[in-house]
Structures are given as structure tokens and as C-alpha cells.
């Protein structure tokens, strides 16, 4: 069974790597511009893991991941924040409402790849 | 004129006064009675009796020797503004009410000397008023039909009755406070009336003797000088008589300060420091309108009855003698205006320095300790009247025994040469801070047993006995001691010869005195208050200096029973939010000492106040030395105090504006931290594309579709190129937002530059389809810098461009002109902005102010930069609230 990633991002470029490295990885892949339409996915879809930004246009990732915490649907779904913001402040509000890792950009296309594979091993 | 219709006229005009000071006291905040006008008429209480019938007298006797007598005055006038001022500041600082507190306040607080200046006052001042109410029976006798009219007993004398008229006035609005240094200002209003009546009246005598009965002072000079012995009546003949008029111009310098009825009105009586510039000029003035006629009068006397009428009534005779009866009672009322005013003011004064030096310091103390408070204060009243009715009966018993033999003019000086005892330790005390109160004490008494020796003694023995062999060949034969000529000076007429020797002795023994015995510190202390009052008065209460132990509520006690419970707690209250202590305090210090012997001073006296203050409380003693050192420690504190104040002011002030400083830099501090933060993220991005898309196309091991590689590849250049664009902006943005860009501005047609912007973009739409239409064609030409102009336009072009869907898309520009600018819109029919977000889609990223995450689209520096540059031609940029679709972004350009 393939699993499943969904990757949150607003910026094209960068989702065009992140979807060619895991469909490279056999995963299948869910691509949200922003939180709403993430959550619109979340309703017909569970994936795996979600890859979450931030900075985001309407609904931005903070209020997707609690959105997602609260929902006993999807609670279980492991999420790890891929954003710019790296200050320690940003880290620890993010971990608090519940991700699983953080991770900052730019990154290492391996990197990422083996975190998430750590996570849904 | 009967008796009955004079004394009907007598009472009539004190009932008017009796008005005039009831409406006085009742409006006491009045312009009316508070004004320079009032204070210079209440001085000219100076012109008593003694002016208004003696002048004449001694004119019509010895020429102009009247003049000495106003003189001093007006030789004193100019220095009332330096000498008075400072005599003044001082009681009211000290809370004197009278010169006998004056002065023994001066040394140490006094009570002998208190004492001793009351006593001096009251021989001075006694035969005054009693030489008052000669004046008033001798006019009332010649003013009336019944010339054989001579009172034999008091109970038919109308005089008796006058005087105890004058005496219930006195008491009436002498005592209406128990407070003696609080204003009289119903007796000051009446002195001032009558002052306009005096003056007035004898103006009238004056030009109807000169002008009517003569015709004119060069026919009465013409005449009088056919007379033979006219000459010695109008020069000074010889340096002798230089000498009198030098000594008799002294004393009435003195007199003008130290007269008792003068203190009063002039120091305690004054409201104003600033009536003293008025007075220094009316009231001179007021003297000379007083004396132009006298000599006239005088002479034109002297032409119509020779010497067969008493010269001092010449002003009556005159008028009498014509048959003008109505014109003499107005000068009767004239000499009886100047005579209430007089025996008033002088009483007042005397009574309030027989209850606070005499009667209450010596006698009553203990009484009003154990007294209730309610009943000290009627107390302190009653001792007041009975003073004054005291002092009115023994004038006028004085004027029975003695008066009726002696003229208003000898009395008069021997009064002025007794007062002048005061002078030395008066005005020399205010100067000279080693004057001691023994030297003063030793001074007054030598100086008026001169007086007492020289003047009084003899004169007295001529009018009783004759010339006896006393006078003649001096005590126990020895010529030096001849009363008139003491140590053979023999050329001086009585009063100076006497004023010289008692001034001399006087002034030398208190010189003497003072270098010998320096005082002790309480003395010292008050001296620097008085001599220093300019430094003292901003020390207040801190001047005195006492060492000790006292309890607040042992002095609380003492002011209660005077002043009641109320008065006490609200002093007290005052006192202590004054110097900041709290309410319940418990010890009290030198200030709290010296701020009750103050309050209490007005209703008992200094010496009495010292006094009771002094029983409840330990005094230690202290040493002169640390007395000074004290003082002039004070008085540098407070310059200290003031710089340190200061000081502290600007520190405070410097501090707020750093503060200020401080909290812009702090908001600035933020603002750049946030907009750093913003810069990286913003940065970040294309470098995270760049990064993860070289990585991929780096491994080797993959073989990636050709396609798929074009796309990372052209992924890559995006970025790269949004990265510049990214830069650039960052440095336009921070130019125009340190002010370091200059608009090169200059006539443009805002139709072209919309041209060229939309054309730049074409290649753009073209590609999604999109259709841009410029609506206003014709040409505008106006001032500003187009390439600034065309970033904007193609800023928003993009941003428009991004937002519209493609092949549906449509984008207007447009403008139109106004009165003062024009409006350019870059409309479309995108998705629109969300109304919350029209606040801040101009700030620097979006979220610089607002800490959130939410990212508009479209975000960046575009809009922020855009807008910073419509600033800078001073327009405004804005997005059309209220469209049902689409984006609508507006900027204005001023014409000027």
C-alpha cells in the first residue's frame, strides 16, 4: 500500500520539487496552495504525513495544524512544518500545538526525505 | 450759633462717619476701601488740630518755622519706598501689631522693652490727644453765642462728652477682631473722609481770607509789610535758627515713622506694598495744598486784630467777625474732622500697645491659660476697650489739669521729642544686627530723661510757676545744667536743644551698649530676621532658630485657647501640608514654634505669644555662634535648594525627552527587527527553490525526464530573477523610506507615461490573455518624476495581472482631473481584496504591524514601495472600498 503525503505549500516552485522527490519515493502525493485547501483535501483523504508551511494566504499552517488536532478524524495524522521561520519562538509554538517536526527551508531535498520516512517507518 | 445747634451738627457728622466705616468694614474687599488713595488720605492723618489752627499760630507768632513740621515729611517721602517697604514686609511677616512689637520683636522678643516703648508712647502721645480736645472745646467755645460759657463741671462740658463719643467710635471698629493685626478698614475709611474734609475746608478758609477778604496775597503782603517786625517772620536770620530748623525738620523726619497713629496707618494699616509708589508723591503734595495759606491767613490775622485774638483761631475769628457763621462751621468741622481722626487712630494704636505689652504680658497671662477659649477672645476685646476709654478719659483729664494753659504748637513738639526717643533703636536696629536689646532698653530711658529734663521739667515749671530759679540757673545752681542751655549750648529754641541732647545721649549710649553687651542669641536671631528680612522672608518659619523639646499637642492646647478649636486645627493643618509632615505629627520643630508664636501674636502681643509658647514647651540653650552658623546655613540651602530645583527640573525634563527618544527607538528597534525577519523569509523562498531544484537536478542517479529538468531548470531562473527583484526593491524601499531618494520631477503627460507602463507589461497579458484598456486618452501634463510614476502604474498592472483569471481578465486604467490634482485607477476584475485587508496591504510585507501569519497575496514591497513614492509627490494611494468584484487600487497626484 503507497502512502500517502500531503504537501501545503503557497509557493509552486518549491512544491514542484517537494512532489517529484516523493512521487520519486512511491508516495502518493496531495498538493493544498493554503490551510483551506488542505482541510478541503482532509475531507475525503487521510494521508500519512502532511508537509505544512506557514506563512500562508487565508488560512495559514498554525491554524491548519489546529484545525487538524482538534478533529478526532485526523488527529493521528503526522504533520511536520516546513517553513522559513526559524526563530526559537516559531519552533516552540509550532511543536507546542502539536507537529511532529519542524524543519526549516531552504533544505536538503535528502533531509526531508529521510525525517519523513523516520516518521511513517 | 447755640450749643444745642453745634452739638446737633457734631453728632450729625460722626454719624455720617459712623456710616462711612460701618460700610467700609461691611465691604471690606472693595476697590473703594482698598486703593493708593485711601492709604495716602489715611497718612495725612498726620494733620491733626495741630496743622489746622497751630500752623497759623506760629505762623502769625514766628514766621515760617511751621514749615519745619511738614518738611521731615517730605524729606522721608522718597525713602518710604526703601525704609517703609522694608518696615512693612517685616510686621507682616511678624504679624506686629504695633510699634511696640516692632521693636521689641527686634530684640529677641523683648517683654521690658515691649513695655518700655508703650510707656514712652503713652507720656508722648497722652498730652496729644488732650491738646485734641483743647482745640475741640476752645472752637466749640468761640463758635458759640454764649461767650460766658466756661464749663464747670464734666458733667456740662461738652468736650466730655465728645471724647467719649470719639471713644465708643474707637472701640466700636477698633475691636472688631481680636486679631490687632488684622486691617481696620472702617476707621481707615473715615480717616480718609475726613482727611478730604480737613484739606478741603481749609482750602475754602484759605481763598476766601486771601481772595475775598483781601484781594489777593500781594495786597496782604503789601500790607502786612508795613508792619515793622515782618522780617524776622519770614527769613532765617542767622545759623542759630539754620539749627533749629535743621533739628525740628529731624523731628518730624522721626515723627512721620514713629508717631504711633503713623505706624498704625502707614505700616499695620497698609494693604499694598505697591500704595507706597502712590504715597511717596500725594501725600507730600497733599501737605504743600495744606500750607499755601497758612501764612496768609496768618498775616491777614494779624492785619485785623493785631494780637487782641489767640492766633491759632484766626481761622474762625475771620469768618466770625464778617458775619459769616456758615463758612466757620465749616472750619469748625474741618478742625474737628482733623481732630477725630487723630485721637481715633492714636488710641487705637495706644490701646492695642497697652493690652499686648502692658496689660497682657504682665498681668493676664495666667488668667487666659486657665481660661476657656470663647471667653479669652472676649477677654482680649475687653481689655482693648477699657484701654481705649482708659486712655481718652485720662487725655481728657490731662487737658483739664494741664492743657488749657499751653498752645497746641509747644505741646505738639514736646510730643515729637518724647516719640523720637524710639529713633535710634528703631532705625538703626533695622540696619545694624549688633543693636542689642539692653543698649535699646539703656538708649530710651537716657534719652527720655533728657527730654523729660530739658523740655518737659521747665516747661512745665514756666507755665505753672513762672520763671524760677531751676530754670534759670540750672539744678543746684551749676550752669552747665541749665535745662534750656545744657553744657552752655544756648542758642537752640527749646524742642531742638532738647531733641539734640536726648538723640546725642541716646544714639552714643545705645552705640555703647550694643558693642559692650552682644545680646544673647534669641536677640541675635531676630536681628538677622530684621536686618536680612529680604533673605528671611524665603525662609518663613525655618528663620528662628530653637533647639529643644515640644510636643505638638502642648502648643495645640495653647493655640486653642485663643484661637478656638477650629482656627487652631485649620493653622495646624495648613502648617503641615506647608512643609509636607504628616497630620499627626507628634514633636514639634522651630517652625511649628515660630508659626504659633506668629498666630498669636496678633490677639496678645510677640512678647505674650513667647511667652505661653514658651511655657509648654524645653528650650535648650544655644550658643550665638551655632545661632549663626545655623542662619547662614539656612540661607545657603535655600540658594542651594533653588539651584538643585532648578536643576532637577531640566534633568527631568531632558529625561522625559530621552525617555521619548528611547520608546522611538524601541518601536523603531521592532520595526526593523520585524521587517529583517520578513526580508529573510521573503528571501528564503526563492532560495528554497533554487536550492531543492539544483539538488534534484544534481543526482546523477536519477534520470529525469528531459522535460521535467527544462522545468526545474526554468524554475531556477524565476527565482533567481525574483531574487533580484527582490533586492532592488529592498534598496528602493529603504531609500524612499530614509528619505535618501530624490524625485527628478518634471512636465510629463500622465497619458504617455499610462502608455508606456501598460505597454511594458503587454508581452504579459498577452500570454494569460488578459485585456488591459486604457479609458482616458486625452493628454495632462503635470509635474512629477516618471520613472517613480511608472513603477507605480507597473506595479499595480502586475499585481492586477496576478490576481485576474486568465482569458476573462480585464484590467482599465483611467483617470480623471480635479480642482486641485488628478485620480489615476488601476481597476480589475480579479478576485478583489478582502476589505480587512485594505488597511495594510501598503505596509512593508503585510505583516510588519500585525503579528500574524496570514499571507495576502500579492504581498511583498510593491505596494509598500509604491505607496512611499505617492507620498513623495505628496498624493494618496487607496483601494476602492465597496466594489462587488474585482480590485480597484487609486492614487492621486497634486497639480502643485
Not at chain 2, 510699634?99 to 522693652?113: C, K
Not at chain 2, 494693604?271 to 504715597?279: D, G, P, Q, T
Not at chain 2, 526593523?672 to 526563492?686: C, G, N, Q
Amino acid at each position: 500500500m503507497k502512502k500517502k503525503i500531503l504537501i501545503v505549500d503557497d509557493e509552486p516552485n518549491i512544491v514542484m520539487s517537494l512532489e517529484y522527490t516523493f512521487k520519486k519515493q512511491d508516495f502518493e502525493v496531495y498538493i493544498a496552495r493554503d490551510g483551506s485547501e488542505a482541510l478541503e483535501i482532509l475531507k475525503t483523504q487521510t494521508p500519512d504525513v502532511i508537509l505544512l508551511d506557514i506563512m500562508m494566504p487565508n488560512v495559514d499552517g498554525y491554524q491548519t495544524l489546529s484545525y487538524i488536532k482538534s478533529d478526532k478524524n485526523l488527529k493521528d495524522i503526522k504533520v511536520v512544518f516546513l517553513t522559513a521561520k526559524n526563530k526559537a519562538s516559531d519552533i516552540e509554538k509550532g511543536l507546542n500545538l502539536g507537529a511532529d517536526k519542524y524543519l526549516t527551508k531552504p533544505f536538503s531535498v535528502k533531509k526531508i526525505v529521510s525525517e519523513i520516512m523516520e516518521l511513517v517507518a | 450759633m447755640s450749643n444745642y445747634a453745634l452739638v446737633v451738627i457734631i453728632v450729625l457728622y460722626l454719624a455720617v462717619l459712623f456710616y462711612i466705616a460701618f460700610i467700609a468694614e461691611k465691604k471690606r474687599q472693595s476697590k473703594w476701601v482698598n486703593n493708593p488713595y485711601v492709604y495716602t488720605l489715611s497718612l495725612a492723618v498726620y494733620c491733626s488740630a495741630w496743622t489746622y489752627y497751630g500752623s497759623v499760630g506760629i505762623a502769625a507768632n514766628s514766621g515760617i518755622n511751621f514749615l519745619t513740621i511738614y518738611l521731615g515729611p517730605v524729606i522721608a517721602a522718597p525713602l518710604w519706598i526703601t525704609v517703609l517697604r522694608k518696615i512693612i514686609r517685616i510686621s507682616k511677616q511678624h504679624k506686629i501689631s504695633s510699634i511696640a512689637d516692632f521693636i521689641s520683636v527686634r530684640y529677641g522678643n523683648n517683654r521690658f522693652l515691649g513695655a518700655l516703648v508703650t510707656g514712652i508712647c503713652l507720656i508722648g502721645t497722652l498730652p496729644y490727644i488732650s491738646l485734641q480736645l483743647k482745640a475741640v472745646s476752645e472752637t466749640f467755645e468761640i463758635m458759640s453765642d454764649d461767650t460766658s460759657y466756661i464749663s464747670t463741671s464734666i458733667i456740662d462740658d461738652s468736650t466730655f462728652y465728645v471724647a467719649l463719643l470719639l471713644a465708643i467710635f474707637a472701640a466700636f471698629f477698633g475691636t472688631q477682631n481680636t486679631d490687632a493685626s488684622e486691617k481696620h478698614k472702617g476707621i481707615i475709611a473715615s480717616v480718609a473722609f475726613e482727611s478730604i474734609i480737613k484739606l478741603l475746608f481749609f482750602l475754602i478758609i484759605g481763598v476766601y481770607v486771601t481772595f475775598y477778604l483781601f484781594n489777593g496775597t500781594t495786597d496782604i503782603y503789601n500790607k502786612i509789610s508795613k508792619i515793622d517786625n515782618l522780617i524776622p517772620l519770614t527769613t532765617i536770620d542767622s545759623l542759630e535758627e539754620g539749627f533749629n530748623w535743621l533739628f525740628t525738620m529731624g523731628l518730624s523726619f522721626m515723627a512721620i515713622f514713629l508717631l504711633p497713629r503713623q505706624f498704625q496707618v502707614a505700616v499695620l494699616e497698609n494693604n499694598r506694598e505697591k500704595h507706597l509708589k502712590h504715597a511717596i508723591w500725594m501725600f507730600p503734595l497733599y501737605l504743600l495744598l495744606f500750607n499755601v495759606f497758612v501764612i496768609f491767613i496768618a498775616w491777614a490775622g494779624k492785619l485785623s486784630f493785631g494780637n487782641t485774638q489767640n492766633a491759632e483761631y484766626y481761622t474762625l475769628f475771620l469768618p466770625l467777625e464778617q458775619g459769616h457763621s456758615f463758612l466757620a462751621t465749616l472750619v469748625f468741622l474741618g478742625g474737628f474732622s482733623a481732630v477725630i481722626s487723630m485721637v481715633i487712630v492714636s488710641t487705637l494704636a495706644l490701646s492695642t500697645m497697652v493690652s499686648n505689652n502692658l496689660i497682657i504680658p504682665y498681668g493676664f497671662l495666667d488668667k487666659f491659660i486657665k481660661n476657656q477659649p470663647e471667653r479669652n477672645s472676649k477677654y482680649i476685646k475687653n481689655i482693648r476697650r477699657i484701654s481705649i476709654f482708659s486712655i481718652i478719659i485720662v487725655a481728657y483729664f490731662f487737658y483739664i489739669s494741664f492743657s488749657k494753659e499751653l498752645s497746641l504748637y509747644s505741646i505738639g513738639l514736646i510730643s515729637f521729642t518724647i516719640i523720637a526717643q524710639l529713633a535710634p533703636s528703631f532705625f538703626i536696629g533695622l540696619y545694624w544686627n549688633r543693636g542689642s536689646a539692653r543698649a535699646a532698653i539703656i538708649g530710651m530711658v537716657v534719652g527720655t530723661l533728657t527730654v523729660l529734663y530739658t523740655l518737659v521739667l521747665p516747661f512745665t515749671l514756666d507755665a505753672f510757676v513762672g520763671k524760677d530759679s531751676f530754670t534759670q540757673l540750672g539744678l543746684f545752681g551749676v550752669e552747665a545744667l541749665r535745662p534750656y542751655a545744657l553744657f552752655g549750648l544756648d542758642f537752640l529754641s527749646p524742642p531742638a536743644h532738647a531733641f539734640f541732647w536726648s538723640i546725642t545721649f541716646n544714639v552714643m549710649f545705645y552705640l555703647v551698649f550694643s558693642l559692650i553687651y552682644k545680646g544673647n542669641y534669641r536677640e541675635r536671631n531676630y536681628a538677622e530676621m530684621y536686618v536680612d528680612s529680604k533673605n528671611f522672608t524665603t525662609l518663613q518659619d525655618s528663620a528662628l532658630v530653637w533647639k529643644g523639646e515640644a510636643y505638638v499637642n502642648d502648643i495645640k492646647n495653647v493655640l486653642i485657647r485663643f484661637l478656638g478649636e477650629y482656627r487652631a486645627n485649620r493653622a495646624l493643618n495648613i502648617f503641615f501640608t506647608k512643609y509636607k509632615l504628616p497630620q499627626d505629627t507628634q514633636l514639634a520643630d522651630a517652625r511649628l514654634i515660630n508659626f504659633s508664636e506668629k498666630l498669636l501674636t496678633g490677639s496678645i502681643g510677640a512678647a505674650s505669644a513667647k511667652i505661653l509658647i514658651a511655657s509648654v514647651v524645653k528650650e535648650e540653650q544655644i550658643s550665638l555662634v551655632e545661632v549663626l552658623k545655623i542662619l547662614e546655613e539656612s540661607k545657603e540651602n535655600i540658594v542651594n535648594n533653588k539651584m538643585l530645583l532648578e536643576q532637577s527640573q531640566e534633568l527631568s525634563q531632558l529625561s522625559s525627552q530621552l525617555k521619548q527618544a528611547n520608546n522611538e527607538l524601541i518601536v523603531k528597534d521592532r520595526q526593523k527587527d520585524e521587517f529583517l525577519d520578513t526580508v529573510a523569509h521573503e528571501l528564503k523562498t526563492p532560495i528554497t527553490g533554487i536550492r531543492a531544484a539544483t539538488e534534484l537536478l544534481m543526482d546523477e542517479d536519477d534520470d529525469m525526464p528531459k522535460e521535467i529538468k527544462q522545468q526545474f531548470l526554468k524554475n531556477i531562473l524565476q527565482d533567481s530573477d525574483r531574487l533580484g527583484r527582490l533586492i532592488n526593491n529592498i534598496l528602493d524601499f529603504e531609500k524612499l523610506e530614509t528619505g535618501r531618494l530624490n524625485l527628478d520631477v518634471n512636465r510629463n503627460d500622465i497619458c504617455s507615461t499610462i502608455s508606456k507602463a501598460i505597454s511594458s507589461l503587454n508581452h504579459i497579458a498577452a500570454k494569460k490573455e488578459i485585456r488591459i484598456i486604457k479609458k482616458n486618452k486625452s493628454q495632462l501634463y503635470l509635474e512629477y518624476d516618471e520613472d517613480r510614476i511608472l513603477q507605480v502604474l507597473t506595479n499595480l498592472l502586475s499585481n492586477a495581472l496576478k490576481f485576474c483569471a486568465p482569458k476573462t481578465g480585464e484590467i482599465v486604467v483611467d483617470y480623471s482631473v480635479f480642482k486641485e490634482h488628478i485620480e489615476v485607477s488601476v481597476s480589475d476584475n480579479g478576485k478583489g481584496i478582502p476589505e480587512e485587508d485594505h488597511d495594510y496591504i501598503f505596509d512593508k510585507f503585510y505583516q510588519s504591524q500585525h503579528q500574524n501569519t496570514i499571507k495576502p497575496q500579492g504581498s511583498g514591497l510593491g505596494l509598500a514601495i509604491t505607496k512611499q513614492i505617492i507620498e513623495k509627490h505628496h498624493g494618496k494611494i487607496w483601494a476602492k472600498k465597496g466594489l462587488k468584484n474585482g480590485a480597484s487600487l487609486v492614487f492621486t497626484l497634486p497639480f502643485k
